[in-house]
C-alpha cells in the first residue's frame, strides 16, 4: 500500500473540511459529559444505582475495540466512508436510549453508541494529520478542532442539567438526533475521501480483535462484579483476562497484519505516550462520571446548580488546549506542557477530595476549573507527540491507540471507581451509624439512590446528613486515587525525552517531464 501526499487544501476547503471533522466529533464529545450530569437522574428513575457504571464503561468499551479496528480500515480505504457510517450509527443509538424503560435497555443502546463513537474517534481525529502534514499548521487548524470540541464539551454538563431539570433525562439523547443530521449533511459534503493506493491484499487481525474484547471484557466483569460474584467465577474472569492478554501479546508479535503492529511499540517514547493516554483517561473520565454524583449526592445540588459547576471543566479544558497551542511550537521542550497540565490536575483532585462538605461554591468551582485547564493542558499534547514521533504508515493506528488508551484508562477508572464507592459507602455509613446509635437506619440508606431524592419524609435530615458525608469520603478516596495516577504520569514524565516538532516540507509538485516518464 502506497500513502501517496494528499493535494494541498485552499483555506476555505480546509475551512470547511475541519468544520465537518469538528461537527462529527461533536455528537461523541456532547455525549460524554451531558450524560454525566443526567445519570443521577437516571439511576433514580429506573432504580438501577448497581448499573451506574456500567452506562459509562458499556460505551467506553464498545469504542476501546472499534477505535483500532477502523483506524486501521481507513489506512486501508480512507476515512470518509467510516466517519459516515459513524454518524449513523450514533444518531440511531441515541434514539435507542431515549426510548429506554429498562437500564440494560439503556446500557445496550450506549454499548452501540459507543460502536459509532469510537469508529468516529478512530477516523475523524485521523483526518487531521492527513490533511495537514506540516506539524505547525496541523496545530494552527487543531486549534479550531479542539476548541469545537472542547466548546461542546464545555456546555454539555449545564445544557444536559438544564435538559434533566426542564425535560427530563431522555431529551439529552433526543438532542442527537437532529445534530446527527446535520454533522452527516457536513461530513458527506465537505470532507475530502482520500483513498489510498492498494498494492497488496487486505488482510484484518479480526482474531486480535476478539482478543481484545475478551481481555477488557472480563476484566471489567471482574472489577465491575468484585466482591459480589462468586468466587469461582471471579477466578474464572480473572483467568480468561490473563490467558486473553497472553494470547493477545504472542498473537500480535506473530501476525503479518496485526491489529497492534508490534514496530509501533518499538520507539520507547510512544510507549510511554500510550502509558499516559491510559493515566490521562482515568483520571478524566472518573472526574465526568462521579463529580455529579459527588455534587448532587453529597452536596445536594439540583442537576442545574452541578451542571453549573461541571461546565467550567470543560470550558477550562478550551482555554488551556488553545493556549497550549499558541505556545507549544515555541517551546525548545514541549514536554513542559502536559508536564504543567498533570500537576494542576493532581492538585485539583487531591483538593476536591478534602474539601469536605463545608466548602464553598466558589471553592469548588476553582478547584474543576483547575482540572480542566490540566486537561486542556494534557490531551492535544499526548495526540500531537504521538502523531510526530510515529511512522507515517502506522499514523492511523498510532493516532487511534491513543484515543483508545485514553478510553481503556476511563473504562479502568470509572469501573474501580464504581466499586470503591459501593464498597466504602456502605462502611463509612455503618460506622456513622453505629456511633450515632442508629444503625438499624442501615438498610434505609445502604442504597445511594435515596441521596439523589432525599425529598422523602420517612427519612430524618440527620440521617441523610450522615449518608451524604459516608458519599462524599467515599468519592473523596476515589479522588485521591486519581492524584496518586497524576504523580505517576509525572514521573513517566519525566523519563520521556523532548518531543522535537519538525516542519514537514509541502509536496513538491512533479515536472513534466517526470509526469511523461510515469
Known sequence: MTMPSPPSLTFRQALLAMLGISLVLMLSALDQTVIGNALPSIVSELQGFDWYAWVATGYLLASIVTIPIFGRLGDYYGRKPFVLAATVIFTLASLGCA??????????????????????????????????????????????????????????????????????????????????????????????????????????????????????????????????????????????????????????????????????????????????????????????????????????????????LITPLALSITLGAIVNSRIMSRLDNPNRLPLAGFCALLIACAGLAMAGL??????????????????????????????????????????????????????LGTACMGVLVKLMYAANLQRALLASGQGEALPRLIDPQVLLNPANPAIDSALLDLARAALAQSVGIGLLTCAALGVLALVILYRLPPVILTRVAPPVAPTPEQQQKT
Open 358 to 411: 463545608s466548602a464553598s461554591f466558589n471553592l469548588l468551582l476553582g478547584l474543576i476549573l483547575l482540572a480542566g485547564l490540566g486537561l486542556g493542558f494534557i490531551l492535544l499534547n499526548l495526540t500531537v507527540f504521538t502523531q510526530t514521533l510515529a511512522e507515517r504508515q502506522f499514523l492511523g493506528i498510532a493516532t487511534a491507540l491513543t484515543q483508545s488508551l485514553r478510553l481503556v484508562g476511563g473504562l
Open 99 to 308: 426510548l429506554a424503560n429498562e437500564m440494560w435497555v439503556l446500557v445496550l443502546g450506549r454499548a452501540l453508541q459507543g460502536v459509532g463513537g469510537g469508529m468516529l474517534i478512530g477516523t475523524a481525529f485521523a483526518c487531521v494529520p492527513e490533511l495537514f502534514p506540516d506539524t505547525r499548521q496541523r496545530l494552527r487548524w487543531q486549534i479550531l478542532l479542539s476548541a469545537m470540541f472542547s466548546a461542546v464539551n464545555a456546555i454539555g454538563p449545564g445544557l444536559g442539567g438544564y435538559l434533566t431539570g426542564v425535560f427530563g433525562w431522555r431529551s439529552v439523547f433526543w438532542l442527537n438526533i437532529p445534530l446527527g443530521v446535520l454533522a452527516l449533511f457536513f461530513a458527506w459534503r465537505f470532507v475530502p475521501w482520500y483513498r489510498p493506493q492498494q498494492t497488496k491484499a487486505i488482510h484484518l487481525d479480526w482474531l486480535g480483535a476478539l482478543l481484545i474484547v475478551l481481555a477488557l471484557g472480563s476484566l471489567q466483569l471482574f472489577v465491575e462484579w468484585m466482591g459480589d460474584a462468586d468466587v469461582r467465577l471471579s477466578a474464572l474472569l480473572g483467568s480468561v483476562c490473563l490467558v486473553a492478554a497472553i494470547g493477545l501479546w504472542v498473537w500480535e508479535r506473530r501476525c503479518s497484519h496485526a491489529l497492534l503492529p508490534a514496530p509501533l511499540f518499538e520507539s520507547p517514547s510512544i510507549r510511554l505516550l500510550f502509558v499516559l493516554s491510559l493515566l490521562a483517561g482515568a483520571i478524566m473520565f472518573t472526574l465526568l462520571f462521579y463529580l455529579p454524583l459527588l455534587l448532587q449526592g453529597s452536596y445536594g445540588y439540583s442537576p442545574e446548580e452541578a451542571g453549573l
